[in-house]
């Protein structure tokens, strides 16, 4: 369209068209600030993982793939532990490798992060190189009623 189009426009026209955009943003944005109130609400996630470097001097090329996207999905490192460093209150660790423990911001987080084309090329990066036990992701308790 051209500029003398929209200069024949009645200014009727264009009030209508300006209450249907600032409808439109309005609704977006409502939008968009209910999804990140459900996010914010949604309890954070915990990834325990235990494993064991197979070739710690070719496991650098994993971390660079694989840590700037986990970090971008709000990886949190909270503990890791060597199989030495590890105490076991009862029971038994079957595992001569130690834990890592990590929090992500939610499991919708988590997921999107975890099955992405990026972290799904970064992984094969591990092959070979680290032996998983296990990893499994395991959701917070919601926060206590004030």
């Known amino acids: 369209m051209t500029a003398s189009h929209y200069q024949s426009l009645s200014p009727l026209t264009w009030i209508a068209a300006a209450a249907i955009a600032a409808g439109a943003y309005a609704i977006g944005f409502v939008s968009a600030h209910s999804i990140s109130a459900a996010e914010e609400t949604a309890p954070p ?8 470097l197979l070739k710690p001097e070719a496991i650098g ?3 660079d793939a694989a840590g700037p996207l986990a970090r971008a999905a ?3 490192v909270l503990a890791r532990a060597s199989r030495d460093q590890l105490t076991v209150l009862e029971g038994e660790w ?16 988590l997921k999107n992060f975890w099955y992405s084309d990026g972290y799904q090329k970064a992984k094969k990066l591990r092959e070979g190189v680290a032996q998983i036990n296990f990893i499994v ?5 919601p926060p206590a009623a004030q």
């Open 74 to 76: 709000g990886l949190e």
């Open 94 to 109: 079957p595992f001569q490798d130690g834990v890592t423990i990590e929090r992500f911001h939610s499991m919708n987080d």
């Open 137 to 141: 992701a395991v959701e917070g308790a």
């Open 45 to 52: 996630v915990y990834l325990i993982v235990s494993s064991k």
């Open 61 to 63: 090329a994993y971390r």
